[in-house]
């Protein structure tokens, strides 16, 4: 007697669409199921791992083994308390097993050094997401994952036979039976239009932060909403980031201007730059810059002893170095900032910098706050900017994905009225679950562990079909 082949869709080829494919082979395999599974990607093979492929992929961990024991209480934190505790309870128990299910197909992992402040720990893919991509591509290749490229889902009907995906191969539609359906396709930070309709005029010109950010155009989250699949997330939400503006570079972030000030282009700062650490403090004043700066620009502006600070390099990642000049009259000449403004700036700030600069400790909030006085505050590294020359980065903010998608449970399945869709699941970006900020270093982490549930579930499933 012949078997019956059933048929997995995967849609998407970054940390999360990799790990359901592979996981999904490992399952059925497992199980003597005879299972065809294909992965689809809009993107060619070689641009194909959306923003997994341009992330250094930095993964909120203690060790490889562990991840912190204040983990759950930290994600519901970042979600101002309106994060779903299951979820982030199934991550954190996943996590370790899921890192070492990634090492065991030859990813090692590494504790690295992350830019100068220390923020929470956090292990990183030797190699990064592009790493990530071709080892576990070439594994889930191994494992009988069919790839197709070129190949944009559109639209899932759902019938009784399970759900077909409409798709358009290079220009011609094409409508894929299924058994059950992965979506792992990123937010909906590439659609201009969603990106307005969320975020407002202008959002539909915001930079995208790596040449992968684009793929991800919300089809997966419309596609499922179209079924009426339930929504989480914050709507409103996304993760940006401060770049320089003049760069062209994947992620040319400027992440030192918490030792200087940063000046709008009248020449006057707008917040605390150093309210935080700089993974406390990016993420909304670099969508502040997009929204609220006039002409979407601002400055960050230091001086000669950035240049004195241990590893700075570290921290910038644009190809193009600092506009510099030897008083602020020409700096603010060379960046189109009105003098006399920048001039007053600098001197308010330099006049409130009464504290002990032998404190200065990039590494860590030291502290070392300017004078009441000064609107806004500076509450950590307020050292006079007096020492030429003087540097300037022009910036703008960038986005790296979008809060708002589907609500899934625990074991990755799409809801609909709060029930589990039919053969429907979805892990990675796709997924609500973020609010009010991004908790840092965890999309990636959640993308490869609910993906690799969602492989495992999706497989477990089809004996229900
Ligand atoms: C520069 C940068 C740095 C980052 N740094 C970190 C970090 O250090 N740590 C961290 O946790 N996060 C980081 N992030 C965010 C993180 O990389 C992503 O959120 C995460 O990798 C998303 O994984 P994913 O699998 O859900 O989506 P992606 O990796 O974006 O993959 C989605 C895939 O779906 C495909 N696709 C989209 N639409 C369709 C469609 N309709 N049909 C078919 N295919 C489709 C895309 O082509 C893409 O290949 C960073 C992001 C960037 C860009």
Known sequence: MTAIVRNLIVIGQGAAGLSAALSAAEESRRLALALKITLLDKAGEDEAGGNTRWSPSYMRMAAPDRVEPSFVQDMLAATGFRGDETYFTRLAEEAPATVQWIGSHGVTFIQPTYYLAKGPPRIQPEGGGPAVIKILTAAAKRAGVAFRHYCAAEQLVEDRDGI?????????????????????????????????????????????????????????????????????????????????????????VVLVYPYGIVVDTTGRRFFDEGGGLVHETWEWFARDIRFKMPGARAFAVLDRRLLAIAGYERAIRSEVPPVRADTLAELAQLIGVDAGNLAATVAAYNAACIGDPDIFDPTRRDGLAASDALTPPKSNWARAIREPPFLAYPLEGAIAYTFGGLATDVRARVLRGGAPMPGLYAAGEITGHFYVTAPNAVSVLRAFVFGRIAGREAVGGLGNR
């Open 164 to 252: 077909k995906v409409v798709i358009d191969h290079d220009g011609t539609r094409e409508t894929l039976p299924a058994d059950a359906v992965v979506l792992a396709c990123g937010g909906f930070q590439g659609n201009g239009a969603m990106m307005r309709e969320h975020f407002g005029p202008g959002a539909e010109a915001m930079r995208l932060i790596s040449p992968g950010t684009r793929f991800n155009s919300g089809e997966g989250i419309r596609m499922a909403a179209e079924l009426g699949a339930d929504r989480s997330g914050d709507w409103n939400g996304m993760h940006a980031e401060p770049v320089d503006a003049r760069a062209k570079n994947s992620a040319p």
